[in-house]
């Protein structure tokens, strides 16, 4: 952890209140691409961190800091899916089988050991399991039952951004940490920083997730297509879904969703309330085609999308899922002369 982001100091705050009372489990919640993995390793490193700053940050410099930093400190463990773990040797293992999205069972039960230990350091032991909506039945049942014995000195910090997706009885043993999405003036503030063009807009395409959009900044991935995507669905009526679902495969499926998402959403907001969220540069031109748009057939497109973006992580076939969705966008319009 270099920093923390600006939008994270009252969450932090928060955290640093609870140093001396901490509890068995915590629970870091918020949206997606907010930097809530970095605050809670953040967390873990300074309560492991022998000489940490007046403002609760890990020195970086102690021999806990650097065992952290290397992931071989003796009293923390990281629990994680394996997809996430070796994200760099690619997709595949050896015998070709994928790695689990999932925290398997067998990941939760290899903590009872560590559980059960005293600390070498003296100070406290940490879990850190992220994300926590990834553990499947089976797991969190598992972790349900360590945390029902807790054991001294031993926090559990889960971090999520599907809380609704977690066991009630496992919600119910952690103490709940929301982490706030930063404002339209602190993100673009901050993308700015980064160095990011035009960084209202690319704010306002993540959904508000400042990490998320430097990420597609940096990678300057599909942005060229997004542009395309852009500039035809302003003209629904001369739409090629066909030759369009093509350009758009160099794109993440997710990305193509949610910025038809965005789109469909500014269209209702320009429709019911003359305002948009995502696309200022584009208010115009959304205010004209909402004007003959029926509300129920956008409602019923938006569901369409919301399908559409759960099957977007693990499409059988991103450009059949594209053309679905883009000939639907344009039946939106169909007999409104748009
Ligand atoms: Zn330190």
Redesign the pocket.
């Known amino acids: 952890m270099k920093e923390l982001y600006p939008w994270q100091q009252e969450a932090w705050q928060s955290l640093q209140g609870l140093r001396t009372r901490l509890p068995n489990a915590l629970l870091i919640k918020g949206a997606q691409g907010i930097g809530k993995l970095e605050m809670a390793l953040g967390f873990a490193?300074s309560l492991l961190?022998?000489?940490?700053s007046v403002s609760g940050l890990?020195?970086?410099?102690?021999d806990?800091?650097r065992w952290f930093g290397q992931g071989t400190h003796p009293d923390y463990r990281l629990v994680q899916p394996e997809a996430l773990s070796n994200t760099e040797d690619g997709n595949e293992k050896e015998g070709g089988k994928k790695p689990s999205r999932e925290i398997s069972v067998d990941q939760i039960r290899a903590l009872a050991s560590f559980a059960n230990l005293s600390a070498h350091r003296g100070g406290y032991r940490i879990v850190l399991v992220h994300p926590a909506e990834s553990m499947n039945i089976n797991s969190a049942n598992a972790l349900l039952k360590t945390l029902e014995e807790p054991t001294g000195k031993l926090l559990f910090i889960l971090v999520t951004h599907k809380p609704q997706q977690l066991l009630p009885t496992i919600l119910s043993r952690c103490l709940s940490l929301p982490v706030n999405t930063p404002s339209r003036e602190v993100g673009t503030a901050w993308l700015k920083q980064q160095g990011v063009e035009n960084p209202e807009n690319a704010l306002a395409q993540s959904g508000f997730a400042p990490l998320l959009a430097l990420h597609w900044a940096e990678a300057g991935e599909g942005t060229e297509e997004i542009n395309i995507l852009l500039s035809a669905m302003q003209r629904p009526a001369q739409m090629d879904a066909l030759m369009l679902a093509d350009k758009l495969q160099r794109c993440a499926p997710v990305q193509v969703v949610h910025c038809l998402q965005q789109w469909c959403y500014d269209l209702a907001s320009a429709k019911l309330t003359g305002q948009v969220r995502y696309f200022p540069e584009q208010m115009e031109i959304l205010k004209k085609l909402s004007v003959n748009v029926p509300a129920m057939r956008l409602l019923r497109y938006q569901k369409e999308l919301q399908t559409a973006k759960r099957e977007a992580f693990h499409p059988l076939n991103p450009k059949l899922q594209f053309e679905s969705i883009l000939l639907s966008y344009r039946q939106v319009f169909a007999s409104s002369g748009a």
């Open positions: 490193q961190c022998e000489t940490p890990p020195c970086r410099q102690c806990s800091c």
